[in-house]
């Protein structure tokens, strides 16, 4: 995997998925290692998400590798119409690897195809952010010790969701069983079905979350948006009843736990952060254990 | 109409290509397609031509030019029922139909404007996903283009 870069989540065979995954175990228990201290690393975000770039950021740094970049186009040869095979050609020559963030699709693909060093996408609009999908499967690998044979249910935006997109079709992997809760508006695309039914597994659609509470493993929780809506009114008759309070945790597995990809409006009320079955914190950090182990491999060093 | 007579409509030609049974409204993309607009021998074409399989077809007649498979291939995007006659000494040497390729470059636009193909200068990858009601997804933003925004480079 030296050299590789990662643009989509099936640039890597679930092996490879499953070595990063390792590789983050390894740096959760030991998050300070300096093995990129003789390495450039190139932090490129031509949109701000300060969210993604500082795990990116703390990983590099925990690493004791340099960081070179930009957390905005607004200061840049970008913003003075540079095109994109310019600027990553450039910066290659200062950088050991680039980790983009760019609002265009596919930016990241042509990024990977001309550039001597690899390529981690970082997010390239409504497209891939491949990370965020190696970080959910690590925190459901560390809740429930195994990524087989789980039931995850998904409540909230379904249809927008590149964060559950992705992760849907990684879980395809594992013999999942999906439980899908949206609004009718906002449903899982047949797109993203279309991977489920190829490999023949269950999945069930529901209008509301109470139901799915006690039989799942994995409840994946994510903001509704307005604007998603054509509607207004269809929004305000819908919004509170995706929103997870504490008194709904009361029938649930022992194993159960609460993931979100955050940042959070109220889809998930503050009084359930201190319940032991919310991960969604943990889940933030364990974007930097893995974003470790991926800089490490790609590297070179795992 | 007989066939003898309707294909005195574009003249014969001693050796190249036929390319019959192509929508009449695809004839000048079929030209522009495999650069026959600036090919330096003799194309003959006709368009809304009476087909009895087709209602109106057209025909594109190209002189001492053979084309590979690939070339060809992708014209099935536009003309997906093409059939393509080799002609030699005026006879007919082979006779084959075009086959939509399992991957297209370069020829059609990616129809998400947010996609890097419609913002840098990168000729465009797609696999094709369905020959039949043809889908195509982009090798670079993953969306996918059907037959009704599909537009053409
Ligand atoms: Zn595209």
């Given at each position: 995997?030296?050299?590789?870069?990662?643009?989509?989540?099936?640039?890597?065979?679930?092996?490879?998925?499953?070595?990063?995954l390792?590789?983050?175990?390894?740096?959760?228990?030991?998050?300070?290692?300096?093995?990129?201290?003789?390495?450039?690393?190139?932090?490129?975000?031509?949109?701000?998400?300060t969210?993604?770039?500082?795990?990116?950021?703390?990983?590099?740094?925990?690493?004791?590798?340099?960081?070179?970049?930009?957390?905005?186009?607004?200061?840049?040869s970008?913003?003075?119409g540079?095109?994109?095979?310019d600027?990553?050609?450039?910066?290659?020559?200062?950088?050991?690897l680039?980790v983009?963030?760019?609002?265009?699709?596919?930016?990241?693909?042509?990024?990977?195809?001309?550039?001597?060093?690899?390529?981690?996408n970082?997010?390239?609009?409504?497209?891939?952010?491949?990370t965020?999908?190696l970080?959910?499967?690590y925190?459901?690998?560390?809740t429930?010790?195994?990524?087989?044979?789980?039931?995850?249910?998904?409540v909230?935006?379904?249809?927008?969701?590149?964060t559950?997109?992705s992760?849907?079709?990684?879980?395809c992997?594992?013999?999942?069983?999906?439980?899908?809760?949206?609004?009718?508006e906002?449903?899982?695309?047949s797109?993203?079905?279309?991977?489920?039914?190829?490999?023949?597994?269950?999945?069930?659609?529901?209008t509301?979350?109470?139901?799915?509470?006690?039989?799942?493993?994995?409840?994946?929780?994510?903001?509704?948006?307005?604007?998603?809506?054509?509607?207004p009114?269809?929004?305000?008759?819908?919004?509170?009843?995706?929103?997870?309070?504490?008194?709904m945790?009361?029938?649930t597995?022992?194993?159960?736990?609460?993931?979100?990809p955050?940042?959070?409006?109220?889809?998930?009320?503050?009084?359930?952060?201190?319940?032991?079955?919310?991960?969604?914190?943990?889940q933030?950090?364990?974007?930097?254990?893995?974003?470790?182990?991926?800089?490490?491999?790609?590297?070179?060093?795992? | 109409?007989n066939d003898?007579v309707?294909?005195?409509?574009?003249?014969?030609?001693?050796?190249?290509?036929?390319?019959?049974?192509?929508?009449?409204?695809?004839?000048?993309?079929?030209?522009?397609?495999?650069k026959?607009?600036?090919?330096?021998?003799?194309?003959?074409?006709?368009?809304?031509?009476?087909?009895?399989?087709?209602?109106?077809?057209?025909?594109?007649?190209v002189?001492?030019?053979?084309?590979?498979?690939?070339?060809?291939?992708?014209?099935a995007?536009v003309?997906?029922h093409?059939?393509?006659?080799?002609?030699?000494?005026?006879?007919?040497?082979?006779?084959t139909?075009?086959?939509?390729?399992?991957?297209?470059?370069?020829?059609?636009?990616?129809?998400?404007?947010?996609?890097?193909?419609?913002?840098?200068?990168?000729t465009?990858?797609?696999?094709?996903?369905?020959?039949?009601?043809?889908r195509?997804?982009c090798?670079?933003?993953?969306?996918?283009?059907?037959?009704?925004?599909?537009?053409f480079?």
């Amino acid at each position: 995997m030296k050299n590789k870069s990662l643009v989509s989540i099936n640039d890597f065979t679930k092996e490879e998925q499953l070595r990063v995954l390792e590789a983050a175990r390894e740096f959760e228990a030991n998050p300070v290692q300096t093995i990129l201290k003789d390495h450039v690393i190139a932090s490129l975000f031509f949109e701000p998400s300060t969210r993604t770039r500082l795990s990116f950021e703390s990983a590099i740094s925990r690493l004791g590798g340099k960081i070179v970049g930009f957390s905005e186009a607004s200061n840049t040869s970008v913003k003075k119409g540079e095109s994109l095979r310019d600027t990553i050609l450039t910066i290659a020559n200062y950088s050991d690897l680039i980790v983009m963030r760019n609002p265009i699709e596919g930016s990241a693909r042509f990024a990977s195809e001309i550039s001597p060093v690899p390529i981690i996408n970082a997010g390239d609009g409504s497209n891939q952010h491949p990370t965020q999908t190696l970080l959910d499967l690590y925190s459901i690998l560390q809740t429930q010790d195994t990524l087989d044979n789980l039931h995850v249910a998904f409540v909230g935006d379904l249809k927008y969701g590149r964060t559950v997109h992705s992760l849907v079709i990684a879980l395809c992997n594992y013999n999942t069983t999906f439980h899908l809760v949206s609004p009718v508006e906002l449903k899982l695309p047949s797109s993203v079905k279309m991977h489920i039914k190829e490999k023949n597994l269950a999945y069930h659609q529901y209008t509301s979350m109470e139901e799915v509470i006690p039989n799942t493993d994995i409840l994946y929780m994510t903001r509704i948006q307005k604007e998603r809506f054509s509607d207004p009114l269809e929004f305000e008759r819908i919004k509170n009843s995706y929103n997870l309070h504490k008194d709904m945790l009361v029938d649930t597995k022992e194993n159960f736990k609460i993931l979100h990809p955050m940042p959070r409006v109220n889809e998930i009320h503050i009084n359930v952060d201190e319940d032991p079955r919310a991960y969604y914190f943990q889940q933030a950090l364990n974007g930097v254990y893995v974003r470790q182990a991926l800089l490490s491999i790609l590297l070179g060093y795992r | 109409m007989n066939d003898k007579v309707k294909e005195l409509k574009v003249s014969a030609i001693e050796n190249g290509t036929v390319i019959d049974h192509i929508p009449a409204g695809a004839v000048f993309q079929v030209i522009k397609m495999l650069k026959l607009d600036v090919f330096d021998q003799m194309v003959l074409f006709g368009t809304n031509l009476e087909s009895k399989k087709y209602g109106y077809k057209g025909i594109i007649k190209v002189s001492n030019k053979f084309f590979k498979p690939e070339e060809l291939n992708k014209i099935a995007l536009v003309a997906p029922h093409a059939s393509i006659i080799e002609i030699r000494d005026f006879r007919v040497a082979q006779k084959t139909l075009v086959e939509i390729p399992e991957t297209v470059s370069g020829i059609v636009k990616c129809f998400n404007p947010n996609c890097i193909t419609n913002i840098e200068v990168i000729t465009t990858r797609f696999t094709v996903l369905e020959k039949e009601d043809i889908r195509l997804k982009c090798h670079y933003c993953e969306k996918i283009t059907v037959k009704n925004n599909m537009v053409f480079k």
